[in-house]
């Protein structure tokens, strides 16, 4: 027994501190690449920034701080509550008004009206990100079978590659009066299903973000193994097999690459056109603070602009954990 | 011997900026059902032109294959290859790799659970039980040829083609795939045509080796009847006069064609080269010339 635990003790007091010095230095070099790094950067950025901020002086005051930021992301917080707040109080006025009239005279039908007070800075956040991805599905179901339409054809590739090339650097700018013009033109009903100036934007956006994907499908398409090909010709598979057993999966990969710069590019569109077709959403309330010019403006728009920051980068995140998700290539890049 | 495939006397010209190139100069070959068949040369003499010819995937510019009959005219099961870099689906495990092809030609003959047993037993003949439900990223190259084979031979081919199968393997895992193949071969007497430039390989394996000449204009330079019995031991045969006399004539040819270019082929090919009007002017075949390039 002595001799047994003489062994282990030995053995522990051998072995133990060798293997926790490892695990600490490999748990300590972890730590601070993924925690220590990320935050001192983090400090330096927001002392930067306050150091500067003091410096530049506005016509509407001082270049706001960090400090100045958070107390209006504060501030729209309240008012998005206060908002709900009368909303709802608002309604409930509306039902007991109705509920007297119709006690009165049974046969009256109560009419509802919606609330019709300013949209908070949440809601501006809400309208932007349904917009953007539903301009961002639009151009996905345009481009991917465009896309696999020119990487399997090269005549039709040599037929559109010019017209992508021209449209691909146009900015969202010149698109906008366009249409814009268009949507009241076309768009015309008295009963409109969704409102004019979110099809502005929807459009707008899938004009701009349609051509990286367009584009990745179609080298991704086009860039298929050869091989892999000629499996699919010796089996002898229908062309609508082959495209759904092997030209699909195989440019996955591509296709994600593709609609991951799309969405970026999507949600830089959206808030340039937002902020100048006054169309509901973040950039409008932008332009709106700006316009407003308010002490409180230049805080209000920074606070907003890193929002459109945050939301970018989980956008972009969560279409490479999409990926990840679908795509048989496990090794999909950061 | 009845003929199964018959490689009549083909051309094969590839059009270029700079006029046709011809890869292939009457290239002539019968083979009888259940026989194995190596071709042998070195690298560019268009012994994969061979035999993308016979799988359909170029058309001959001049001549024609005839398997039992019938001129082949488009790839198709019938005439399977096992391609050199195994070809599997990246995104499918080697079972469904095999089923993408079992449900394709057998989707209307077999019932489900028939095509699942068919799938099995092939991959169960190349050893593969085990790792039925791995991608081909999860298994060793030796396994994904393997796999690669068991969806060619589940095709149920009439004559099975490999390009360089075991190319790209190690010699270990190598000469285990060629025993393996040669206990299939054993079993369901295909016929098969093997590229190879492993001469060890070709004499074992093979029943005929078919050495080509160098290209451009590459033909058939000789044909070597392999009259070995079977099975054959690669240990045994190590020793053995004849397997060794076998070798040396191939390594001669191949010697002698590798250090004499050769001059007579080009000289009497060159003349009908110019005369010869250009027919070729299929999509596939610009492909493989711009692959040559």
């Known amino acids: 027994m002595t001799t047994t635990t003489a062994n282990a003790t030995k053995l522990i007091g051998f072995k133990l501190p060798q293997l926790s010095e490892v695990f600490n230095r490999t748990l300590?070099?972890?730590?601070?690449?993924?925690?220590?790094?990320?935050?001192?950067?983090?400090?330096?950025?927001?002392?930067?920034?306050?150091?500067?901020?003091?410096?530049?002086?506005?016509?509407?005051?001082?270049?706001?701080?960090?400090?100045?930021?958070?107390?209006?992301?504060?501030?729209?917080?309240?008012?998005?509550?206060?908002?709900?707040?009368?909303?709802?109080?608002?309604?409930?006025?509306?039902?007991?008004?109705?509920?007297?009239?119709?006690?009165?005279?049974?046969?009256?039908?109560?009419?509802?009206?919606?609330?019709?007070?300013?949209?908070?800075?949440?809601?501006?956040?809400?309208?932007?990100?349904?917009?953007?991805?539903?301009?961002?599905?639009?151009?996905?179901?345009?481009?991917?079978?465009?896309?696999?339409?020119?990487?399997?054809?090269?005549?039709?590739?040599?037929?559109?590659?010019?017209?992508?090339?021209?449209?691909?650097?146009?900015?969202?700018?010149?698109?906008?009066?366009?249409?814009?013009?268009?949507?009241?033109?076309?768009?015309?009903?008295?009963?409109?299903?969704?409102?004019?100036?979110?099809?502005?934007?929807?459009?707008?956006?899938?004009?701009?973000?349609?051509?990286?994907?367009?584009?990745?499908?179609?080298?991704?398409?086009?860039?298929?193994?050869?091989?892999?090909?000629?499996?699919?010709?010796?089996?002898?598979?229908?062309?609508?097999?082959?495209?759904?057993?092997?030209?699909?999966?195989?440019?996955?990969?591509?296709?994600?690459?593709?609609?991951?710069?799309?969405?970026?590019?999507?949600?830089?569109?959206?808030?340039?056109?937002?902020?100048?077709?006054?169309?509901?959403?973040?950039?409008?309330?932008?332009?709106?603070?700006?316009?407003?010019?308010?002490?409180?403006?230049?805080?209000?728009?920074?606070?907003?602009?890193?929002?459109?920051?945050?939301?970018?980068?989980?956008?972009?995140?969560?279409?490479?954990?999409?990926?990840?998700?679908?795509?048989?290539?496990?090794?999909?890049?950061? | 011997m009845s003929v199964l495939l018959d490689i009549s006397h083909i051309d094969m010209e590839f059009p270029t900026p700079k006029g046709p190139f011809t890869a292939l100069r009457d290239v002539d070959l019968k083979i009888a059902q259940g026989e194995f068949v190596s071709l042998i040369g070195h690298s560019g003499c268009g012994k994969s032109t061979v035999l993308n010819v016979v799988a359909g995937l170029y058309q001959a510019t001049r001549g024609g294959v005839i398997l039992n009959g019938k001129e082949v005219t488009e790839p198709g099961p019938e005439r399977a290859v096992v391609f050199q870099n195994h070809s599997l689906l990246p995104w499918l495990t080697a079972y469904e790799n095999v089923e993408l092809a079992v449900k394709q030609v057998f989707g209307n003959s077999k019932s489900k659970a028939e095509m699942r047993e068919w799938i099995e037993h092939n991959l169960d003949l190349v050893h593969m039980n085990h790792a039925l439900h791995k991608r081909p990223n999860e298994i060793s190259g030796g396994m994904k040829q393997r796999v690669g084979i068991a969806r060619a031979l589940a095709m149920q081919p009439k004559v099975l083609l490999m390009d360089e199968p075991f190319g790209a393997l190690d010699a270990l895992t190598r000469a285990h795939m060629q025993d393996s193949l040669m206990e299939i071969q054993a079993e369901l007497n295909n016929t098969v045509i093997m590229i190879t430039h492993d001469v060890d390989e070709a004499v074992l394996l093979s029943d005929r080796i078919v050495m080509m000449t160098n290209g451009p204009a590459a033909t058939i330079g000789e044909i070597l009847d392999v009259d070995l019995e079977r099975p054959r031991h690669r240990l045994e045969l190590a020793n053995d006069p004849l397997y060794n006399q076998y070798r040396s004539k191939v390594l001669k040819f191949l010697h002698e064609r590798h250090s004499k270019p050769d001059v007579p082929v080009k000289k009497t090919v060159a003349k009908p080269l110019q005369t010869t009007e250009n027919t070729t002017t299929g999509h596939a075949q610009k492909e493989a010339v711009e692959d040559a390039a």
Not at chain 1, 279 to 299: R, T
């Open chain 1, 28 to 334: 300590v070099s972890g730590a601070i690449r993924l925690i220590a790094l990320p935050l001192a950067g983090m400090f330096t950025f927001l002392l930067l920034w306050s150091i500067t901020a003091q410096n530049i002086d506005t016509s509407l005051g001082k270049f706001p701080g960090p400090a100045a930021v958070m107390e209006q992301f504060n501030s729209l917080y309240d008012e998005h509550q206060r908002s709900r707040e009368k909303e709802q109080a608002f309604y409930q006025r509306q039902e007991k008004r109705n509920a007297e009239r119709v006690a009165k005279d049974p046969s009256y039908e109560p009419k509802i009206r919606a609330y019709t007070g300013k949209e908070t800075f949440l809601d501006q956040i809400v309208t932007s990100l349904i917009t953007v991805m539903s301009g961002f599905l639009l151009a996905v179901a345009i481009a991917i079978p465009l896309g696999i339409a020119i990487g399997l054809s090269k005549p039709l590739n040599n037929a559109i590659n010019p017209i992508i090339q021209v449209f691909k650097p146009v900015s969202p700018l010149a698109w906008l009066p366009l249409v814009t013009m268009v949507v009241s033109a076309l768009y015309a009903t008295p009963d409109p299903v969704v409102a004019k100036s979110f099809l502005v934007s929807l459009i707008t956006v899938t004009l701009c973000c349609l051509w990286p994907m367009v584009i990745n499908t179609a080298v991704g398409v086009a860039g298929i193994d050869r091989d892999l090909v000629n499996v699919s010709k010796v089996l002898r598979l229908p062309a609508l097999r082959h495209v759904q057993k092997i030209v699909l999966p195989a440019s996955v990969p591509m296709i994600f690459t593709g609609m991951r710069l799309s969405l970026g590019v999507a949600w830089m569109v959206l808030i340039a056109a937002e902020m100048l077709a006054q169309n509901p959403g973040l950039g409008k309330f932008v332009w709106d603070e700006f316009q407003n010019g308010s002490s409180d403006s230049l805080a209000r728009i920074m606070a907003a602009v890193l929002v459109i920051g945050v939301i970018g980068f989980l956008l972009d995140r969560g279409m490479l954990t999409l990926q990840k998700l679908v795509s048989w290539d496990k090794s999909a890049n950061q």
